[in-house]
């Protein structure tokens, strides 16, 4: 999964017209809904970072990288530092699981490189923000998501019709302080649902 992630190429930014020109679910949570059929999305919260009709593309927060800590990256990497605070590395999705992005607080911007996603969230994927939160100068709150977790033209709507998920509003506290395990199940309660409710024949919200 790692093999490519010590290359600074990979850490490019998503920032792209094509990406801003028509948002839907920018700043939403997509659940997985028990029974959604794809194992990878299995009791998943995606933060929904660009969708257009184009396509679409977000990154999972509740799924750890097992083995790998944001110490053993920087290693990886060459980039030299300490955090007080390291951010979790988290496994973002099944597309191009060698790319790093960093999902993090309004607070820090990189120029050219950090895109906004709501008044609270925005995303950075180039090296000088892994190096910044290394140094002590990175955002206040951070996630460190590889591979990110994409859809092409209608894929997403299609799911959605086939109550593969839910959808709610991108709570940053979700994103950032509650615990990973415990994700799912808040986002869940958001919308007023008991989790241990829900079917695969559920329906959409």
């Not at 990256?73 to 300490?82: K, N, V």
């Not at 950090?114 to 955002?139: C, F, N, Q, W, Y």
């Not at 615990?179 to 919200?205: F, N, Q, Y």
């Amino acid at each position: 999964m790692l093999e490519n992630v010590n290359s600074a190429a990979h850490f490019e930014t998503m920032t792209d017209n094509t990406l801003e020109e028509l948002p839907f679910l920018d700043g939403k949570f997509l659940i997985a809904m028990p029974g959604m059929g794809d194992p990878r999305f299995d009791r998943s919260v995606v933060f929904m970072c660009a969708h257009t009709p184009e396509g679409a593309m977000g990154l999972m927060i509740n799924r750890p990288v097992a083995d790998l800590s944001f110490e053993d990256l920087m290693e990886q990497l060459d980039i030299q530092g300490h955090a007080d605070t390291p951010p979790d590395v988290l496994f973002g999705g099944p597309v191009e699981n060698g790319r790093g992005f960093v999902l993090h607080s309004a607070d820090y911007e990189s120029e050219d490189s950090t895109m906004a996603i709501s008044d609270d969230v925005a995303m950075t994927a180039t090296m000088d923000v892994l190096r910044d939160i290394a140094d002590g100068k990175g955002p206040v709150k951070r996630l460190l998501c590889l591979g990110y977790s994409g859809w092409g033209p209608g894929q997403l709507e299609a799911e959605i019709q086939r109550n593969g998920w839910l959808i709610c509003d991108g709570d940053p506290t979700i994103i950032f302080d509650v615990p990973v395990a415990e994700k799912w199940v808040a986002a869940t309660r958001t919308l007023g649902i008991d989790p241990s409710m829900l079917s695969s024949e559920g329906g959409r919200a």
